[in-house]
C-alpha cells in the first residue's frame, strides 16, 4: 500500500483545513487507517484513527470534539476534518496504514505517507 497526504497549508487560528490520505495498492477496505503529527522539537504522536469499516475511531485527547477522521472505500481515500485549529496544531500530519485491532501507536502500522504539513498562525 502506497500512501500520500496532502491537503496542509498556512491557516489562522480558529479556522479549519482537510487533509486528506489516497491509497494506492490492494485490499485499502481492509486497512486500519490512523493519523499522526510531529510538531517542531517533538516527538510523534497519535491523533485519530479509524478501522477498515470506518465504524470506528479514536481521537487524542487534545483533538476531541475538533477533529473528525472519515474514510470513502470506494475512493481509496481517508480524511481528517480539523476544526477549531490552535498553534499546538502546527505540525507535520502523516497518515498510515494497518491491520491492528488498536492503531494508537505508531507501531500499529506498517505503511507510511510523507507526511503534509499544517501551519496554524496566530
Known amino acids: 500500500v502506497q500512501l500520500q497526504a496532502f491537503g496542509g497549508g498556512l491557516v489562522q487560528a480558529g479556522g479549519s483545513l482537510r487533509l486528506s490520505c489516497a491509497a494506492a495498492g490492494r485490499a485499502w477496505g481492509t486497512w486500519r487507517v490512523g493519523w499522526f503529527r510531529r510538531a517542531p522539537g517533538k516527538e510523534r504522536e497519535f491523533v485519530s484513527t479509524i478501522n477498515w469499516s470506518g465504524g470506528s475511531s479514536n481521537y487524542a485527547d487534545s483533538v476531541k470534539g475538533r477533529f473528525t477522521i472519515s474514510r470513502d472505500n470506494a475512493k481509496n481515500t481517508a480524511y481528517l476534518q480539523m476544526n477549531s485549529l490552535n498553534s499546538e496544531d502546527t505540525a507535520v500530519y502523516y497518515c498510515?496504514?494497518?491491520?491492528?485491532?488498536?492503531?494508537?501507536?505508531?507501531?500499529?502500522?506498517?505503511?507510511w505517507g510523507q507526511g503534509t504539513l499544517v501551519t496554524v498562525s496566530s
Open positions: 498510515a496504514a494497518g491491520i491492528s485491532r488498536l492503531g494508537i501507536s505508531q507501531y500499529d502500522y506498517d505503511y
